[in-house]
């Protein structure tokens, strides 16, 4: 990198659709498309291979019908990303655990209503020499081919550079829009009565692109999610709170904007919900384990877990050099020591709870660096629900009872803490 200043690179590389090809019509669902009974059908992947070597590497993609997209290489590590309107993703399974040429590996799923993704491992740099959408013809489907070039390390910085320079430009004038924005993050809500009980975010893990550790066919985003629409059931079930979702669905949710509507929601508590895995040949490790931020890690297990945690955005495609750096500054130093004490209060009392109803790891209380944790005013934990890389956790995990009566304990502490907090201090906002 040139210099440390922010560099427009998450539209880098942007290669519209060829404006020979009608685009019309095949860009994101739209709500407002007549079809009262039955939802907009999606464009069908239904095929996606590689070909070539470490020289040139060749993505296709089949589709039933053409879709806007775009495709942008991102640095540290080396991906491509590929984006594109939502479509319903009919892949054989293990399509791109294995990769080819320049691809080491490739993975897909949504990434915002709205929006696609395709996040390709690369071996090292490469340029994008051609994308391009083709209409079926002679009993073929319609087609997306990438294709990739092996470049060195000074012309991948170079091409980088000159797309942020472009993409400042609209590339197409009259290009559609590719993607819906982002509904995660709310907006400002127009004249609703407000409601004035305390906020409970409830974060589950990962989504989309992003499936976080996985033990066989169980990932850990769809058993995080599980839990999540469980915790956030019982929690509304008291009508003390109103409970915000960072996501509902298998969708991928970048960290900060996780910890953007914890504190746009003016949070009383954050809850983030992940499961771990040791890593191989480390041994055996299981129950749950509760983190909370500190810039040191307690231990080296904490440390690798926040690492493995925070590496999220990579896998998902986000691009981290746009993405808005720690503020040092002192008020949010203070108010962050602050939300920390409440943090380290909660995380206690949520251990005194959750011990009662489910295994809890030998060294239960942790902290690391987590990024998700990082909202400098809403106390905030996570919460790792205990290892699919172990039988008797991973049993738990997808079961149903054991579900509601971790949910049900975790909605205990959460009472308790919130009971003592907004007794003290009234409402945050
Ligand atoms: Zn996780």
């Not at 040791?278 to 877990?305: C, F, H, V």
């Not at 991973?394 to 003592?420: C, N, P, Y």
Request: with cysteine.
């Amino acid at each position: 990198m040139t210099s440390g200043t922010k560099q427009g690179l998450l539209l880098g590389r942007a290669l519209l659709c060829a404006a020979a090809l009608s685009c019309a019509g095949t860009g994101p669902a739209r709500a407002d498309e007549q079809a009262p009974m039955t939802a907009p059908s999606l464009p069908i992947v239904s095929d996606a291979r590689l070909a070539g070597d470490t020289k040139q590497t060749r993505f296709v993609l089949d589709l039933d019908k053409p879709v806007a997209f775009r495709a942008f290489a991102l640095p540290n590590p080396y991906r491509v990303v590929l984006d594109m309107g939502q479509v319903s993703f009919r892949l054989p399974t293990g399509v791109g655990v294995n990769g080819r040429g320049l691809v080491r590996a490739f993975r897909y799923g949504m990434v915002m209503p709205g929006g696609s993704r395709f996040v390709f491992d690369l071996t090292g740099p490469v340029r994008i020499t051609s994308a391009k959408m083709m209409e079926a013809a002679n009993g073929q489907p319609a087609r997306l081919v990438l294709e990739l070039e092996e470049v060195d390390q000074a012309a991948f910085t170079e091409a980088l550079n000159q797309d942020a320079a472009l993409a400042l430009k609209p590339a197409v004038p009259d290009a559609p829009p590719l993607i819906t924005p982002p509904q995660t993050v709310p907006a400002a809500k127009p004249a609703q009565p407000v409601d004035p009980r305390p906020v409970v975010v409830v974060d589950p893990g990962h989504g989309g692109v992003d499936n976080g550790t996985q033990s066989g066919s169980e990932a850990e985003k769809n058993v995080v999610l599980a839990f999540g629409i469980a915790l956030r059931d019982r929690l509304e079930k008291s009508g003390k709170y109103r409970v915000v979702m960072t996501r509902s669905d298998d969708t991928f949710i970048p960290l900060n904007d996780r910890v953007k509507i914890a504190h746009d929601e003016k949070a009383a508590l954050f809850v983030s919900i992940h499961a771990d895995a040791l890593p191989k040949g480390e041994g055996d490790a299981q129950g749950a384990t509760i983190y909370t931020l500190s810039d040191k890690a307690s231990d080296a297990e904490a440390q690798r877990l926040a690492d493995a945690e925070n590496r999220a955005d990579a896998i998902g495609g986000v691009n981290l050099t746009d993405e808005p750096t720690d503020v040092a500054d002192i008020l949010i130093d203070l108010a962050q020591r602050e939300t920390r004490t409440f943090s380290n209060r909660f995380a206690r009392t949520l251990m005194g709870e959750m011990k009662t109803s489910t295994r809890m790891h030998k060294n239960p209380l942790k902290s690391a660096g987590f990024r998700v944790l990082k909202a400098p005013d809403v106390p905030s934990v996570l919460v790792e629900l205990g290892y699919v890389s172990n039988k008797g956790d991973m049993e738990h995990l997808v079961s149903d009872g054991w579900r509601s009566k971790t949910a049900a304990s975790m909605a205990q502490a959460i009472d308790a803490f919130l009971a003592k907090r907004l007794a003290t201090a009234g409402p945050s906002n």
